[in-house]
């Protein structure tokens, strides 16, 4: 994963030495035509191993055998090894926020538990989309679910999940006698989720996968003390508890708590889909309206949406006009003591930048439909202009009418566009659609979306290449 190699631009300085070579072996040894035959050779033959040297050349993330001992690599490993602890494990001691307020512990031991209500089964944590990391069970564990030895509608063996530090996201703490005590949320919860190898839930985890089973709406809901958060958007518990059952699964409305908008123009509700946090290497703005750096945003998220401790602060977020939520609560400049976030950060972003998008498994699309559809993508349906190879992405903004829809989402951010989506690993993130709030419910749609838009005159037979090569990325 760490390996990868970049020849397309290595081989530039490749190419340039090989002219060099050629033009330097013709004037010495131009005298006839048989020593310049074998000075081409000899130019050929260098050019090869120098290119297969420079091809073989790993870029700075490699961190193969052979370059462990150099200290910059030492510390980039580990880096990128603190980084997914952070990702997968860390709250920022946002525990205060998910049980201290909202009492969402309370809501999973359930009352039998010294919660309140029926507690959440590992059933019930499934069915909201919660993952479990196969390989954080014991294998008598194991052994017991698939003998069905363990009672999967127990809110009792959620708990013992959360023990095994076993769910995905979620962090249990616990007392000294074992009581569950707290919950906090990470990452993980919804940039992450398992391959389905042991059950529908759980297997082997994802990083950087977007978790598009996630009813994060949902699990807010359990909460018996909705009041405060509906204080802050000032509405009514009920309209806030609609809101929420509105989101629907692998989404969530980042900016609601900075404008307090939870519903689009055209009265449709505004969430986003959770995007990729892998093949995000290389991309310069994050998040689907470009708000900043994946460094800034992960400061944001900690902060102001996982409600982490931490030091964040952004002037743009200081305007009562388009942000009077974050204005009233002063998001644009959060500071505690100590800083639970801020040094972190750079093992996070060090982390995220080391998971490459996945590559699709063999036989999930045509081949030779892919190979015609990719010649579509960078001449005839010019998608190229904007998702440039190698990252299927320019680093640039666009306003919606240059890509044919309604401005809401880019006028709540503050570049007022939208990002071109890196489009690496999009077999991975089909579920929940395409597009920020996932408008388009296929590929097939996203194509005729653009033919129609840039009169781009496709046949039927053409967009289907061209969705055979998105499914190929
Ligand atoms: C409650 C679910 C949730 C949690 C928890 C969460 N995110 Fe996100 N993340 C989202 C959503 C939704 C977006 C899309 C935001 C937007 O553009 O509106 C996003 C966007 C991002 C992006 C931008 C991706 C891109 O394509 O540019 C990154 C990077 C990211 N999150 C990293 C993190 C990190 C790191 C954490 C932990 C500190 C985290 N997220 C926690 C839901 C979540
Ligand atoms: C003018 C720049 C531009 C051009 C040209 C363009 N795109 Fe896009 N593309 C974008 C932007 C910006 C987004 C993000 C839109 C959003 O999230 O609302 C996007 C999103 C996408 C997505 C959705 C990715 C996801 O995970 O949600 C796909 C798929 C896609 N483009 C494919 C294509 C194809 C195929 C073409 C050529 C027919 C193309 N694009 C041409 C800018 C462009």
Known sequence: ?????????????????????????????????????????????????????????????????????????????????????????????????????????????????????????????????????????????IAAIRSGAINLDDPATTIALLKLNAVLGVKGNFSSEGNLQSIGITCASCHSTVDNSFAPGIGKRLDGWPNRD??????????????????LLHVDEPTLRNVLSLWGPGKFAAVLFMDGK????????????????????????????????????????????????????????????????????????????????????????????????PKPPAGSFDKFAALRGRRIFFTKAKCDNCHASPLYADNKLHTAAEIGIDDFEAMRSPTGKYRTTPLGGLFAREKGGFYHDGRFATLLDVVNHYDRHNRLNLSRKEKADLVEYLKSL
């Open 262 to 357: 939870a519903f689009r123009p055209d009265n449709k509700i505004a969430a986003n889909l959770i995007p990729a946090a892998f093949g995000l290497r290389g991309i310069d703005l994050a998040t689907y309206t470009g708000w900043g750096s994946i460094k800034y945003w992960n400061s944001f998220v900690g902060n102001l949406e996982m409600h982490g401790k931490g030091n964040f602060f952004d002037p743009r977020l200081n305007d009562p006009a388009k942000y009077p939520i974050a204005v009233e609560n002063h998001f644009y400049n959060v500071m505690n003591t100590p800083d639970l976030i801020t040094p972190k950060l750079d093992a996070l972003r060090a982390y995220q930048h080391s998971i490459d998008a």
């Open 214 to 231: 996630l009813n994060v709406g949902t699990i807010i809901s359990l909460t018996d003390n909705a009041q405060p958060i509906a204080n």
């Open 1 to 141: 994963m760490l390996n990868q190699r970049i020849p397309g631009i290595t081989f530039l300085p490749c190419l340039f030495e090989h002219t060099y070579f050629i033009s330097f072996f013709k004037n010495v040894f131009m005298r006839s035509k048989k020593q310049s035959l074998i000075a081409v050779l000899m130019a050929t033959f260098i050019f090869f191993i120098q290119c297969s040297k420079i091809l073989e050349k790993p870029v700075v993330d490699d961190l193969s055998d052979h370059n462990k001992k150099n200290p910059f690599n030492e510390h980039k490993k580990s880096l990128v090894s603190d980084g997914k602890d952070i990702f997968r494990f860390d709250t920022f001691g946002d525990e205060d926020f998910w049980s201290g307020l909202l009492h969402i512990d309370k809501a999973i031991a359930g009352a039998n538990h010294g919660g309140f209500g029926p507690g959440i089964s590992p059933k019930t944590a499934l069915a909201v989309g919660l993952k479990v990391d196969a390989d954080a069970l014991p294998p008598e564990v």
